[in-house]
């Protein structure tokens, strides 16, 4: 998903976007495409990618990162930049429920979190998890 914006954007808004995607990808996608595909066609490997690209498709330069797309501030503290493209992939071993989908965007997140910088994003996974409609643990993890 690739985000171009006047203001940033909610990292909660961004997860449930990355959970609508995965839903599509995984569910809609192939039922609409099945009378092209193979009969035992089945999605079984996902890939979520957040970038901020470099240019806008027109030849020009785009200068925002995606630190600037995206407002992280609930993950915490952040100790280092994060890059233009935050990726993640899965297996898929059933379909993918709403509440499956959640978890996997919001794994990610947390995955890429841990991995740029963030002192402690527990906080901000809670938070997220309660905007998703995911329980909450009482520690505040994950």
């Keep these: 998903m690739g985000l171009s914006l006047a203001w940033p954007l909610g990292l909660e808004r961004a997860?449930?976007?990355?959970?609508?995607?995965l839903l599509l990808v995984a569910n809609d996608l192939p039922l609409a495409m099945a009378a092209a595909l193979p009969i035992r066609a089945e999605v079984n490997l996902c890939e979520l990618h957040?970038?901020?690209?470099?240019?806008?498709?027109?030849?020009?330069g785009r200068p925002n990162t995606?630190?600037?797309?995206?407002?992280?501030?609930?993950?915490?503290?952040?100790?280092?930049?994060?890059?233009t493209v935050l990726s993640d992939a899965f297996s898929l071993a059933e379909?993918?429920?709403?509440?499956?989908?959640?978890?996997?965007?919001?794994?990610a997140v947390d995955y890429l979190a841990l991995n740029?910088?963030?002192?402690?994003?527990?906080?901000?996974?809670?938070?997220?998890?309660?905007?998703l409609g995911l329980p909450v643990s009482q520690s505040g993890a994950p």
């Design 66 to 83: 995606l630190e600037q797309r995206i407002d992280w501030s609930v993950m915490g503290h952040q100790g280092a930049k994060l890059p």
């Design 116 to 131: 740029h910088g963030f002192d402690d994003p527990r906080p901000g996974v809670a938070f997220l998890r309660s905007q």
């Design 15 to 21: 997860v449930a976007l990355l959970r609508d995607g």
């Design 95 to 107: 379909p993918l429920t709403e509440l499956r989908a959640a978890e996997i965007a919001l794994g």
């Design 50 to 60: 957040l970038m901020a690209g470099t240019t806008d498709g027109m030849g020009s």
